[in-house]
């Protein structure tokens, strides 16, 4: 593999397309680090192993580790470094640490399988070998049995779920799934075992085929593996995706993509037109085209560094902000100011309004190009409640978006009759609505719902009612309706167009009679609940919970009737514990705490004091220091013992930073800002 090259980063959008070679990109996704090897024999001693390679690298590879949806990866990192990338670049030797100008090799396989207990494959890692200068501690010293010593090690991998072994041999680490895989990576790259490429006539021909290149993957297609993202679910079988990536000046990176399918009637002019259309949004010199002989679609293209390093530092505009109660309804327009963004061509950019493309001629106002502190406007003949804002800018890396809402929150009063059990909603805003697009929607638990860990998609309920009480009217200040049979802990949401969390302009959380206030004694391990009702209130109808499980002590212990108020104290509260005080059989909740100490911190010139509170001891806490960057340290590093009133440490903390103390299994327990 000669001269210099890198690995393709196209930088990510917000905008997601559906693409041929996105999808592969999607399934193959690995983290590869850099790495070369060679071997070499000094005379009978095959003690000693030379560094490979970019060229010889692949000679390390054993054939033990050939198997279903195998990917073969090689890159030249420090080819790779001679283009100037647009972003940062990074190199991955998990479960190891290292700088990307200390690696110069890497070569990584893996191989991609079904897993039988989930849709997406699986992937396994059974060996990565790195050329470079690894900051690693000193490991287990072991003579191999042809004599090489080498040092070795077992640690846990990038996930945390398993153990690898790798070895040092001076200037190269192989990290390999298992012992047996370690061995044979020795053998072979000592010229004793079974190598890769030559049990592998597929990986050897499409590896020789493009090993020139600075960065090359060869994937070859297994049960299971390599799907296309395709339209109405079609997957055409592939064989084969080998994608090479070669610097040829710091600003051009020529990239190659060859794909071949199992099946040459797969090869159609959609096929080929969808591989083209995902080179549409990379910068290149030409215009991409795809080449096809038989089976195989190959497209060659340069990438334009230059032209993307312009387009990631452009700034596009977008954070549109306007404060809904700055909306006059009597005016002709809306005006949004533009939060963010540098100048940018009108032209380029598009306004979805209610993802609907929104006259430019309109909302551009007459500007030629938008920038931080412009407006755009609206009609207000086109603003109604929840409507939906997207500007967009298409540009050389792709598609980027800015997106909010406007008129999403009125102002409705909600009065709750706790004898009645009904609830009077009263409109408050001067923004006329249309009552027959308004409705009021009655939930038993959270209308937001909640996510299935399976389909990550939100699962929400339905209501238990829905009435429409303004039907035929207009709402305007003072217009009122009730509903009735609404109970502690119900959530009412007032709806535009639906009754669904995502219509709401209007919520209201039906409260429990009463209130709660907590008062921990740290040192006594005590807590007092004080609960206060307005007029009086059966005591059995609230529960006193520790741990969600009843506490020895209740309120109606102390009283049958609450009149007023009524305090009761909890003994042996440990610190962290969770206390509760709930209503009712469906045991709404009037109020909740955890049992934490509390410490008054002042700041002072570097100088962190504690000034009240309680004293805590100083080895379970962490002190978390909040500035330019972030800093944690033990307060035992600083403070002996107990940490009491008097006691000082002292910090670098900037102007606009600020210091916490976290004690453990509790959290936040005092925090300091300095003087402005």
């Known amino acids: 593999m000669d001269g210099p090259h890198k690995p393709h980063s196209t930088p990510a959008t917000d905008t997601t397309r559906r693409t041929v070679l996105g999808g592969i990109a999607a399934t193959t996704a690995l983290s590869l680090g850099a790495t070369a090897s060679a071997v070499a024999e000094d005379g009978d001693d095959p003690a000693t192993l030379e560094a490979p390679t970019p060229e010889t690298i692949v000679d390390w590879l054993p054939a033990t580790v050939d198997g279903d949806g195998l990917v073969v990866a090689v890159e030249d990192h420090e080819a790779l470094q001679t283009a100037d990338h647009p972003h940062e670049r990074w190199v991955n030797v998990a479960p190891f640490d290292a700088e990307p100008e200390d690696v ?20 396994e890692r059974p060996l990565r070998i790195v050329v470079g200068d690894l900051p690693i501690d000193d490991g287990e010293t072991v003579e191999h049995e042809d004599g090489l010593t080498y040092e070795r090690y077992e640690v846990e991998n990038e996930h945390g779920d398993e153990t690898v072994v790798a070895a040092d041999v001076g200037d190269a680490v192989a990290i390999a799934d ?20 030559e049990g592998n006539d597929e990986v050897a021909t499409l590896y020789q085929r493009y090993d020139d290149a600075d960065s090359l993957r060869v994937h070859l297609a297994g049960e299971g593996t390599l799907p296309l993202m395709w339209p109405d679910e079609e997957e055409p079988e592939l064989e084969s995706l080998v994608t090479t990536e070669t610097v040829l000046d710091p600003d051009t990176i020529e990239v190659t993509y060859a794909v071949t399918f199992a099946d040459e009637a797969a090869v159609t002019d959609e096929l080929v037109e969808q591989i083209e ?3 549409a949004y990379m910068p290149t010199r030409e215009e991409p085209s795809a080449d096809v002989d038989g ?3 190959t497209m060659t293209v340069e990438r334009d560094l230059e032209a993307e390093r312009a387009a990631t530092e452009h700034d596009s505009p977008g954070s549109l902000r306007v404060a809904d109660r700055e ?24 306004l979805e309004v209610n993802d609907e493309e929104y006259d430019r001629d309109v909302w551009a106002d007459g500007q030629g190009t938008i920038e931080e502190g412009d407006t755009i406007v609206l009609r207000m003949d086109d603003v109604e409640p929840n409507t939906s804002l997207m500007l967009r800018h298409d540009h050389e890396m ?32 001067e923004f006329p609505l249309d009552g027959d697009r308004v409705s009021l929607a009655v939930y038993d638990e959270s209308p937001f719902g909640e996510f299935d860990e399976d389909t990550g998609e939100r699962l929400t309920p339905d209501p238990v009612a829905v009435e429409e009480p303004w039907t035929g009217e207009m709402l305007e200040p003072g217009v009122e309706a009730t509903l009735e049979d609404v109970a502690p802990g119900d959530e009412v949401l007032v709806g535009w167009d639906g009754s669904s969390h995502d219509d709401s302009i209007g919520r209201h959380a039906i409260d429990p009679p009463g209130t709660v206030e907590f008062d921990y004694d740290y040192a006594a391990d005590s807590l007092s609940i004080t609960l206060e009702v307005e007029g009086s209130q059966p005591a059995d109808v609230y529960e006193l919970l520790v741990e969600d499980a009843p506490a020895e002590v209740q309120f109606a212990d102390e009283e049958a ?9 909890l003994e042996a509260v440990d610190v962290g514990s969770s206390v509760a005080v709930v209503w009712g ?17 002042e700041y002072d010139d570097g100088t962190v004091e504690h000034v009240g509170g309680d004293e805590i001891p100083s080895s379970a806490v962490e002190v978390q220091v909040w500035s330019d960057g972030h800093e944690e340290f033990p307060l035992d590093d600083r403070v002996d013992g107990a940490f009491e009133e008097g006691d000082s440490f002292e910090v670098d903390l900037g102007e606009a930073g600020h210091v916490a103390l976290e004690y453990e299994d509790v959290g936040n327990v005092g925090a300091a800002f300095p003087d402005r």
Do not use: C, K, M
């Not at 110069?104 to 992937?123: G, K, Q, W």
């Not at 012992?179 to 010229?191: D, F, H, N, R, W």
């Not at 059989?585 to 911190?601: I, K, M």
């Open 295 to 297: 089976r195989t679609v």
């Open 277 to 279: 259309g995902d080179f």
């Open 561 to 569: 009737t609450i009149d007023g108020q009524v305090t009761v104290t």
């Open 327 to 350: 909306i006059d309804p009597d005016a002709d327009v809306v005006e949004l100011e533009v939060g963010r963004g540098d100048p940018t061509p009108a032209e380029d950019l598009e």
């Open 585 to 601: 059989d469906d045991e709404v909740r009037v109020g909740w705490t955890r049992a934490s100490p509390g410490v008054d911190l």
């Open 398 to 429: 792709g598609s980027s978006g800015s997106g909010t809402s406007i008129l999403h929150r009125f102002q409705f009063a909600f009065d709750y009759d706790h004898d009645e059990g009904t609830l009077s909603v009263e409109y408050d805003d």
């Open 178 to 197: 298992d012992e047996s895989t370690l061995e044979a990576v020795l053998e072979a790259a000592a010229g004793d075992g079974n190598r890769l490429l």
């Open 104 to 123: 110069s090799v890497v070569a990584t396989v893996t191989r991609i399988v079904e897993d039988e207990d989930d849709d997406h494959p699986a992937h």
